[in-house]
């Protein structure tokens, strides 16, 4: 069960990859479900949060996606800023599960963004 997923894609940025470049002031909330199709895909955007708080993570942990610490330093001091879960109802085939999220480091404000295909 420690056995992680290795992300498809990591990103490390000083500027955001997926989140608005206005996040923190364009909402007004920490987390919002921004878009969701009932179905498929769920996109959750905001100011941040931690990711114990994110609806999210509980989903991403069963699937051994973990919203842990940032590329850059590695700190824990982060906040999820986007997430995107896409998951069929149906069979899904491979590469239809997609995993992915944004998290703002406070401790070097860095910017690091992961995909993954369980
Ligand atoms: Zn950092």
Known sequence: ?????FPDVEKITKQPT?????YQHRFTQPCLLTYSDNTITSIFEGT???PAQHPLE??????RVPMTECGQCQSTEIEVIYARFDHPLEDPSPGEVVCAYEIFCH???Y???RK???
């Open 116 to 118: 993954y295909t369980p």
């Open 48 to 50: 941040g949060i931690p």
């Open 58 to 63: 509980r989903q991403f942990i069963m699937l």
């Open 111 to 113: 910017f690091t963004y």
């Open 107 to 109: 401790n070097c404000n």
């Open 18 to 22: 997926k989140a608005a470049l206005d």
């Open 1 to 5: 069960m420690n056995q992680w997923m």
